[in-house]
């Protein structure tokens, strides 16, 4: 598919259609930590599958595994409660690829809790690589690239 048909969406709208998603009728809910986990996710599926960007925001090696950060400062004030769903924003206009990429991931990624999608990504080489050899908890500013996600993830489709 060509990158000039593709819109290149917001973090934001990405973290909206998971909570969007959530059923908070049923007591579900997503952490931050969750969050950050299925956004990253959803990039290396769209990377990986599409061979572009699904979000234009920088994604970073943290402690706890890939973040975006300006989703993380979004919803920090939940610390490790799960997010209040009236947070979310309708959803509307995504793109068939759009739709198909994030409802994939909501449906493989979902019934995982947050430490399980931490150690997943953990466990694979573009937050491996550039958090490298620091000790755990230290803290690392820097980014994963496309490049590199859509370097592991392509060769891995089922990981993502």
């Known amino acids: 598919m060509a990158i000039s048909n593709h819109r290149v969406m917001r973090a934001f709208r990405v973290a909206d259609f998971f909570l969007w998603n959530v059923d908070h009728f049923a007591g579900d809910s997503i952490t931050n930590l969750k969050m950050q986990k299925l956004c990253y996710?959803?990039?290396?599926?769209?990377?990986?599958?599409?061979?572009?960007?699904?979000?234009?925001?920088?994604?970073?090696?943290?402690?706890?595994?890939?973040?975006?950060?300006?989703?993380?400062?979004?919803?920090?004030?939940?610390?490790?409660?799960?997010?209040?769903?009236?947070?979310?924003?309708p959803i509307?206009?995504?793109?068939?690829?759009?739709?198909?990429?994030?409802?994939?991931?909501?449906?493989?990624?979902?019934?995982?809790?947050?430490?399980?999608?931490?150690?997943?990504?953990?466990?694979h080489a573009p937050w491996k690589d550039v958090y490298g050899d620091r000790k755990w908890g230290r803290a690392c500013t820097d980014a994963i690239t496309h490049e590199a996600i859509k370097s592991f993830y392509e060769k891995r489709l089922d990981a993502c």
């Not at 061979?51 to 706890?64: D, K, N, Q, V």
């Not at 950060?69 to 947070?87: E, N, Q, V």
């Not at 990624?109 to 466990?123: D, G, I, Q, V």
């Open 92 to 123: 509307r206009g995504l793109s068939e690829v759009q739709s198909a990429v994030l409802a994939g991931v909501w449906e493989k990624f979902s019934p995982k809790s947050a430490r399980e999608l931490e150690n997943l990504t953990h466990s």
């Open 41 to 89: 996710f959803a990039q290396a599926r769209c990377l990986a599958h599409h061979g572009y960007p699904l979000f234009s925001e920088r994604i970073e090696a943290w402690a706890h595994g890939p973040v975006v950060p300006a989703l993380y400062f979004r919803f920090r004030k939940y610390k490790w409660m799960g997010i209040d769903p009236t947070d979310a924003k």
